[in-house]
C-alpha cells in the first residue's frame, strides 16, 4: 500500500471519527495522536485541511449532484470518502483524475457497502466532467 493510500486512509478515519464524535477534524486528529503511537504524515494533514478549508463547497456540489441522496442520507463512510474524492478531484492538482476517483473507490470496496463503490465511482465521475464548470 502507497503512503498516500495510507494518507487517505487515516484522513479517513480521522474526518469519520471527528463527525461521529461531534469535534472538529483537527481536535480528533490530536486526540489520537495523544491516545495512539500512530503517525500522521503530512499528506493527512492536507486531506483533512482540505477538506475542512473547502467544506461547504464540496458538501454543495455533493449535495447538487448525489441524485436520489442527501448528505444526512447516505452511509457515513460514503459521505467522508466523497468529500476527499472530491476535494482531490477538484483542489489537488497533484493527484490525477482518474486516481482520485479511483482511490475512492478502492477505499470504499474494503470500508463500507457492497453498492457504495459504484455509487462513488459514479457521482465522483460526474464531478470530473463537470470539473472546468465547477471550478470556473
Known amino acids: 500500500m ?9 484522513a479517513l478515519d480521522v474526518l469519520f ?10 481536535e480528533a486528529m490530536r486526540l489520537r495522536r495523544e491516545t495512539t503511537d500512530i503517525t500522521v ?9 482540505g477538506v475542512m478549508a473547502q467544506g461547504e463547497r464540496i458538501d454543495e ?13 447516505m452511509p457515513a463512510v460514503d459521505r467522508t470518502l466523497l468529500r476527499l474524492g472530491t476535494w482531490e478531484l477538484l483542489y489537488n492538482d ?5 486516481v482520485a476517483v479511483a ?6 470496496k474494503v470500508f463500507s457497502t457492497d ?19 465547477l471550478l470556473a
Not at 502507497?2 to 487515516?10: H, L, P, Q
Not at 456540489?61 to 442520507?73: C, D, P, Q
Request: overall charge neutral; cysteine-free; proline content about 6%.
Open 115 to 133: 453498492d457504495s463503490p459504484e455509487f462513488i465511482n459514479g457521482l465522483l465521475g460526474r464531478i470530473q466532467q463537470l470539473k472546468p464548470t
Open 94 to 98: 497533484d493527484v490525477p483524475d482518474a
Open 2 to 10: 502507497s503512503a498516500r493510500t495510507k494518507a487517505r486512509r487515516r
Open 61 to 73: 456540489i455533493l449535495s447538487t449532484y448525489a441524485k436520489g441522496w442527501t448528505l444526512e442520507r
Open 17 to 26: 471519527e471527528a463527525e461521529q464524535r461531534s469535534v472538529s477534524p483537527l
Open 41 to 49: 504524515n503530512d499528506y493527512t494533514l492536507t486531506l483533512i485541511e
Open 103 to 108: 482511490e475512492a473507490v478502492a477505499t470504499a
